[in-house]
């Protein structure tokens, strides 16, 4: 082989290497990414440690003689998208057995319907579900809950039955124990966890894009 081709041969396995290299690193970043994504949507919110009776101070209008389920939403949460899902397919299986509110934060400082967001209205469209503005996070703070989507279910009498999350991860919709048991304490049917986790973004922000 002459000069020329062992120069040709040269850059050609050069290359290669740089392309190995250059493969490796991006499969290495794709993992990191995906065990960073995987982590995010598997970490739970803290969990309110909600008052064992209905807050006497709360304005949140309850049926009589029905228990009561109350969900406290970031109303810019891309994660509560999914817990309205999933409260949707609750109140259709809880028909005339339980009521709905959600409470959408509105905090001091920002704008005139800032809250109305597509959630707002995709929860107002629920049958049974009351939407109401959390004004300067007055609910939040008497429920004491910390994370979008923390949901609680507090019985006829004002008792609390359970708190925590209904969805199974961030953003993932399908059957979780947080609906199943809902569904089970309302009906008498079943078994039931009276906490679960709530995956969602911090009600204390005013911007929430899930990051």
Avoid at 177 to 206: D, P, Q
Wanted: net charge neutral; with cysteine; glycine share 12%.
């Amino acid at each position: 082989m002459n000069r020329s081709g062992l120069a040709t041969a040269a850059t050609q396995l050069k290359r290669g290497r740089l392309l190995g290299v250059a493969t490796l690193l991006w499969a290495a970043g794709v993992s990191l990414g995906a065990a960073k994504l995987l982590r995010y949507e598997n970490t739970p919110g803290e969990l309110a440690k909600a008052p064992v009776s209905w807050p006497g101070a709360s304005k949140i209008q309850r049926t009589p003689g029905l228990p009561t389920v109350v969900v406290m939403g970031h109303p810019y949460c891309p994660c509560t998208r999914t817990t309205v899902g999933e409260l949707a397919l609750l109140m259709t299986q809880l028909h005339g057995k339980a009521t709905g509110v959600v409470a959408f934060i509105h905090p001091n400082g920002t704008p005139e319907h800032w809250e109305e967001t597509d959630l707002w209205r995709s929860a107002a469209a629920i049958p049974g579900v009351t939407v109401i503005s959390d004004q300067a996070y007055r609910e939040a703070d008497l429920f004491h809950a910390q994370a979008s989507g923390q949901t609680f279910l507090y019985d006829a009498e004002g008792n609390l039955r359970f708190d925590g999350g209904i969805t199974a991860a961030r953003g993932h919709a399908g059957d979780n124990v947080g609906r199943s048991s809902i569904i089970s304490l309302v009906t008498g049917e079943g078994n039931a966890e009276t906490t679960t986790s709530v995956f969602g973004c911090e009600l204390h922000s005013r911007t929430s894009s899930g990051n």
